[in-house]
């Protein structure tokens, strides 16, 4: 059953779990997402990012949403529009069906340049009134993504940030997340607290307290009813960097963020955790294995088969790691 955001995201703060939004793309993505939560039993967040409509097509994204609902009619989903740069994008949305939509004013509608905090209220109060008006939930986002060893926001191309960003825009204000909550009434709040878009999030092994745990609790502590989301969640499986690279792929060494880590916010108020970027390198890595061991087949049905099982894997690992298992 399609569910809004504000549903899911209530039952899991009250039931103290996080949920995995995984961006979708294409067939095997739905496919490997519902597989997995059918066997886990878990609720399921899906999103769709600018990058994937101008890919598949606004209406095959939606079908294909819709087409997953009508297989697993069980399992609730929300459909969610991942990083709208403009009310006006939130708006056709609505009108398509979608019951979440993420407003991002933090940063101008060129997706790039970091938007000052009247802007962002602005864009995202339109937003709000229009969504509220039709049942939908909305994710604002409040301080500029980017990497605390860095400084960088990891994209490259997509939503993110341009130059080098100071300490103070990569942690969002606890107080100003307050003002930001009261006057835009967001149903939940993407946050920055060290995490980064993409696959180049860390330059070494990550250690200790990579994400800003403190920031993350103070910030609940002020705003305890609104969702905390965490973007740039992937963990760059190493095992499929190696498998990427022994089989012709170049992807230099880095890191993502620990699933232990992302645990930890979870237990501190986080509860939707944005993952693309693991499900691309294990769709690579499955596919470059693939045909380099089977170099006769030229049937797309068996490399995207070996995609949705290595995709799956991970989709099922993180509804269990997250605590949303069982949940559904
Ligand atoms: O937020 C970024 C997501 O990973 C989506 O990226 O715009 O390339 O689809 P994309
Ligand atoms: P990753 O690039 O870490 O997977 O983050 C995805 C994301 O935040 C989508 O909004
Ligand atoms: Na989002
Ligand atoms: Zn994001």
């Known amino acids: 059953a399609l569910i809004s955001l504000r549903q899911l995201l209530d039952h899991a703060a009250e039931n103290d779990y996080g949920v995995p939004a995984f961006n979708v793309n294409n067939l095997e ?53 991942d990083h709208g740069t403009s009310p006006a994008i939130c708006q056709r949305s609505i ?33 709000v009134a229009m969504a509220h008006a039709c049942g939908v939930s909305v994710e604002g986002e409040l301080g500029v993504l ?55 999030k860390f330059s070494r092994p990550p250690t200790g307290d990579i994400l800003a745990i403190d920031r993350i609790k103070e910030i609940h502590k002020r705003i305890p009813t609104t969702h905390l989301v965490m973007h740039g969640s992937s963990s760059v499986p190493q095992e ?7 089989f012709g792929g170049e992807i230099p060494e880095t890191y993502g963020v620990p699933v232990e880590q992302i645990a930890e916010g979870i237990k501190h108020g ?19 294995r693939h045909l380099a061991q089977n170099p006769s087949n030229f049937d797309p049905r068996k ?8 995709m799956y894997d991970i ?14």
């Open 29 to 81: 993505q739905m496919r490997a997402i519902m597989e997995a939560a059918d066997a886990t039993d878990s609720p399921v967040i899906v999103q769709a990012s600018a990058g994937a409509r101008s890919y598949a097509g606004a209406p095959f994204l939606r079908h294909l949403i819709l087409a997953a609902i009508e297989e697993w009619p069980h399992i609730p989903v929300v459909m969610h529009q």
């Open 95 to 127: 009108q398509l069906g979608f019951s979440s939509v993420m407003m991002d004013g933090s940063l101008q509608e060129d997706g790039k340049t970091p938007a000052d905090y009247d802007y962002n209220v602005k864009v995202t109060q339109t937003a």
């Open 146 to 200: 980017g990497s605390l060893e860095t400084g960088e926001a990891g994209e490259e191309d997509g939503v993110g940030a341009e130059g080098k960003l100071s300490h103070d825009q990569l942690l969002t204000d606890p107080e100003e997340a307050a003002q930001f909550v009261k006057a835009t009434n967001v149903d939940a709040l993407a946050i920055a607290c060290g995490t980064s878009h993409g696959a180049y």
């Open 240 to 246: 499929w960097l190696k498998v990427i690279n022994e």
């Open 270 to 288: 986080v509860r939707k955790v944005n993952i693309d970027t693991d499900l691309r390198l294990a769709s690579t890595g499955a596919v470059r």
């Open 303 to 310: 490399f995207l088969k070996a995609s949705t099982d290595a």
């Open 315 to 328: 989709c099922k690992a993180r509804f269990e790691a997250f605590g949303c298992a069982g949940q559904a």
